[in-house]
């Protein structure tokens, strides 16, 4: 069984006290797990003291998002070794709030993981259809066309070094998450093309996440999956004990 890896993205939330306070519960509640792999990624000016709190447990640090470049004249930027340098060894690449918003493409996604991965970052490349897309009956070729361009010219030794998280757009922040079967429906999907393009090898031991609306009550239904290989959690990550108790689901699967 792939170990599951539950991340939790804190988007723009926390101020320095309230980031340390709940890095500090986080620590408490689950710093020595040890059947999961668990990530912080807090805002990027809470990177360090958050990565200060928690290096001495197996709670790792990762970031929100990078640019491509690795210095220089880029106002308001934040480059990979930048992030690598404060303690992170993960980073979110592609959410849908960055396509939405920022104006991220595919193609601007595959820079950013290849900058991650040239720092020894492990990237969260995030994919996922919108409501209406769904609708459309175009669910599969967006989510194919995210991950193949995303993922675009790299080698299968370098795919094998990232994550993907499989969130489906209408499910982000909305309290409405997939249902086991339509998320395993879309990960087998992501496998079967992984398969396709770098192997059988690869696509089994390739790591993909669900997110949008996890919570402590959907956890154990959503990562029972064999297919689900964690969660990437916004809302329920903002409380140590709901993402504590998302990350205890995760252990106790671990071992059944
Ligand atoms: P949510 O966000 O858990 O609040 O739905 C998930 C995400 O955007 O990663």
Redesign the pocket.
């Known amino acids: 069984m792939r170990r599951k890896l539950i991340?939790g993205?804190w988007?723009m939330n926390k101020t320095l006290p309230e980031a340390v306070e709940l890095a500090g519960e986080l620590k408490k509640q689950v710093g020595n797990v040890n059947d999961v792999d668990v990530v912080l990624c807090p805002p990027f000016p809470m990177l360090f003291s958050v990565g200060e709190i928690i290096k001495d447990s197996n709670i790792k640090l990762g970031a929100q998002n990078l640019f491509w470049e690795e210095q220089g004249a880029f106002t308001g930027e934040v480059a990979a070794p930048m992030l690598t340098s404060v303690g992170c060894q993960f980073v979110?690449v592609g959410?849908?709030?960055r396509r939405k918003y920022f104006g991220e493409t595919n193609q601007t996604v595959n820079r950013r993981i290849k900058a991650a991965l040239k720092f020894g970052l492990t990237p969260i490349l995030?994919v996922g259809e919108t409501l209406e897309q769904r609708e459309a009956g175009s669910m599969e070729t967006v989510v194919t066309t995210q991950v193949k361009e995303g993922l675009a010219d790299f080698s299968a030794d370098e795919v094998a070094k990232m994550v993907i998280?499989y969130?489906p757009v209408w499910?982000?922040?909305?309290?409405r998450?997939a249902t086991p079967e339509q998320a395993v429906e879309v990960h087998s999907l992501i496998r079967e093309l992984l398969k396709s393009q770098y192997g059988a090898d690869l696509a089994n031991k390739f790591r993909i996440q669900y997110?949008?609306?996890?919570?402590p009550q959907n956890a154990n239904e959503l990562l029972q999956e064999e297919e689900i290989d964690g969660?990437?959690?916004?809302?329920?990550?903002l409380k140590a004990d709901s993402f504590a108790a998302i990350i205890k689901a995760g252990e106790l699967l671990s071992h059944a």
């Not at 499910?171 to 309290?175: C, D, L, M």
């Not at 997110?211 to 919570?215: A, I, K, L, Y």
């Not at 969660?231 to 990550?237: F, R």
Request: hydrophobic residues 35%.
């Open positions: 991340a993205n988007k979110i959410h849908s709030e995030c998280a969130e499910a982000i922040g909305t309290g998450n997110g949008g609306s996890v919570t969660a990437l959690v916004g809302g329920a990550s």
